[in-house]
């Protein structure tokens, strides 16, 4: 019995045994699948904290660039303000070189020269008439009111004095000394006087301002009526005319565009017969025509048909 009980025994603890080994070789396997599973976590945690990483270096890679580009952008903008601030430089400086338009500094050269402006026609009818030329039987009214607009309805006097006291303006600014025949165009004036105004104070140029009109509408385009040699009356006053004439006729449709019709001698004008300087009178246009008296009765264009004139002047007495 004791026999028995003793191999029992050690049957029993020799399977303990086998069950201790058994358990033991299996802890292994857990511990590296455990270490194999934080492993794994560890790997993923570290990617996770790689990827955090990388999108919080790209925000940050992104950021800088925003912060580049918003500096780039600043250096830009730096750099565009000084090119236009260098532009305004060059600009400024280039205006500086025009000699600005000033009346208080007129040319001197042209002190010694009377021009006389002469507005034709006015607002009232002469009824009174005086002889064309010296020792002429033919008599022509003293005075007209002139054209009238054919669309404007403006009458020609009215055109006639508006340029004139721009004309007036451009040359007392040139340096010239300048007379009008008349301050309105409500005052009445013969022809004969008109260029008496002249003759008296030994003009240089007396220029008188009119406006054509005919019947027909088509007519168009700028002249100038100078004297003709009529014996010994004009004779004297004729070839300069004619040169004055061309040259302020050539400036006046040049600057505004207006055709040239030439010049035209006349011997039948009260005003050139009476005169013992130089004179010319401008036809500034049709008034007839209603685009040309649409341009001339617009007083926004007095100052331009002035200009016109007053360059062909300067082209007269030019040293």
């Known amino acids: 019995m004791k026999k028995f009980l003793k191999i029992l025994s050690i049957i029993i603890i020799s399977s303990l045994m086998l069950l201790g080994c058994g358990s033991n070789s299996t802890k292994p396997n857990i511990n590296k699948d455990s270490n194999s599973i934080n492993n794994s976590n560890e790997e993923n945690n570290e990617t996770e904290k790689n990827n955090s990483n990388n999108e919080n270096n790209s925000i940050d890679e992104n950021n800088n660039t925003e912060k580049n580009d918003s500096k780039e952008g600043n250096i830009d903008q730096e750099k565009e303000k000084n090119k236009i601030d260098t532009n305004t430089d060059k600009e400024t400086d280039k205006k500086s070189d025009v000699e600005p338009y000033c009346e208080n500094e007129p040319n001197k050269a042209n002190k010694d020269i009377t021009i006389v402006i002469d507005p034709g026609h006015s607002s009232t009818i002469s009824n009174e008439t005086e002889p064309e030329c010296p020792g002429s039987q033919k008599r022509k009214l003293k005075d007209t009111l002139g054209a009238t607009g054919v669309q404007s309805k403006i009458p020609e006097y009215t055109i006639t004095h508006g340029v004139a006291e721009e004309l007036k303006k451009l040359l007392i600014s040139e340096g010239y000394n300048v007379i009008m025949t008349k301050d309105s165009s409500d005052k009445q004036l013969s022809n004969i006087e008109r260029t008496s105004i002249g003759n008296d104070n030994n003009a240089n140029l007396i220029i008188r301002i009119h406006c054509d009109g005919v019947d027909s509408p088509k007519a168009c385009g700028a002249s100038i009526l100078v004297p003709a040699t009529k014996g010994n009356v004009t004779k004297d006053i004729s070839d300069i005319s004619y040169s004055y004439g061309e040259k302020i006729l050539t400036a006046y449709t040049k600057y505004t565009g207006l055709k040239n019709r030439g010049v035209v001698v006349r011997d039948d004008l009260t005003g050139f017969n009476w005169s013992k300087v130089p004179i010319v009178l401008i036809e500034l246009g049709f008034i007839s025509n209603p685009n040309e008296d649409s341009y001339l009765s617009n ?19 030019a040293k």
């Open 299 to 317: 007083p926004d264009n007095y100052i331009k048909i002035a200009t016109g004139i007053s360059n062909g002047i300067n082209y007269c007495f």
